[in-house]
């Protein structure tokens, strides 16, 4: 498997959080993400679909692994269950606890940059696109 011939996607920004998190996809802890469905919609970009394979980026924008894409969903913030809490690897227990990670990231100055929204702020009714995947390549097993 080639991974240049992939789509990208990146995990989080550059850094801690982004390192975190490809190194639990590399360990196979991290099968499922989280995004706002409203940044596909404002870069025009098409939802993942089931099949899909992606080369993961780490900080220094490296492909080191291949996931393919196992189940996608759009739900409303309150309805993100708990397998999918736990799936997303970061060691949250509960849905409050992940809940409470991802309004902090969402609510950062780099997503609302991103958005080009200052006051953005997620609720209940705000739409997550939840993406289930397997790890499918790493770099160097070529």
Excluded at 99 to 116: D, K, Y
């Amino acid at each position: 498997m080639k991974l240049d011939d992939l789509p990208l996607v990146e995990f989080a920004f550059p850094g801690p959080l982004r390192d975190q998190l490809v190194a639990a996809i590399l360990s196979g802890a991290k099968t499922t993400t989280s995004g706002l469905l409203l940044g596909y919609e404002r870069e025009n970009e098409p939802l993942p679909r089931v099949g899909q394979r992606m080369a993961v980026v780490d900080s220094q924008e490296r492909r080191v692994a291949a996931i393919e894409v196992t189940e996608v969903r759009v739900v409303r913030l309150a309805d993100v269950d708990l397998q999918h809490a736990l799936d997303e690897g970061e060691g949250d227990e509960s849905v409050a606890q992940w809940r409470a990670g991802h309004e902090r990231f969402w609510h950062s100055a780099e997503v609302r940059a991103e958005l080009g929204d200052p006051g953005f702020t997620v609720n209940d009714d705000t739409l997550v696109l939840t993406k289930r995947f397997r790890l499918v390549h790493l770099a160097g097993d070529e």
